[in-house]
């Protein structure tokens, strides 16, 4: 089993950035792949970034290009999203994903999920 916690969310004005952590405890291998997903209120749970835990390979939403960074940590076990230029569109709860097959944009590949942080961009 692996335990995620994230960590980081708030309230924000348009423009500021915050950064998300995401700690992961237990059975944690460097095969995982990682990733962020968010969910706003009536609608699917979207992808947003994904990091392979041993090489560092990233994938983003088009919708975070150039705004936010997804990194790790490897000694402490810990992701991180940094989110810069927030909008009020990326008002959502924020969810860290642990994966044994690598990253994907789809949310069923992922086999952990942490408890989500809210994270609210007001204009």
């Known amino acids: 089993q692996v335990q995620l916690v994230e960590s980081g969310g708030g309230s924000v004005q348009a423009g500021d950035s915050l950064r998300l952590s995401c700690a992961a405890s237990?059975?944690?291998?460097?095969?995982?792949?990682m990733a962020w997903f968010r969910q706003a209120p009536g609608k699917e749970r979207d992808f947003v970034a994904a990091i392979t835990w041993s090489a560092g390979r990233t994938s983003y939403a088009d919708s975070v290009k150039g705004r936010f960074t997804i990194s790790r940590d490897i000694p402490k076990s810990t992701m991180y999203l940094q989110m810069n230029s927030l909008k009020p569109e990326d008002t959502a709860v924020y969810y860290c994903?642990?994966?044994?097959?690598?990253?994907?944009?789809?949310?069923?590949?992922?086999?952990?999920w942490g408890q989500g942080t809210q994270v609210t961009v007001s204009s």
């Open positions: 237990g059975r944690t291998s460097s095969s995982y792949a």
């Open positions: 994903a642990a994966s044994l097959y690598g990253t994907s944009t789809s949310s069923g590949q992922y086999n952990y």
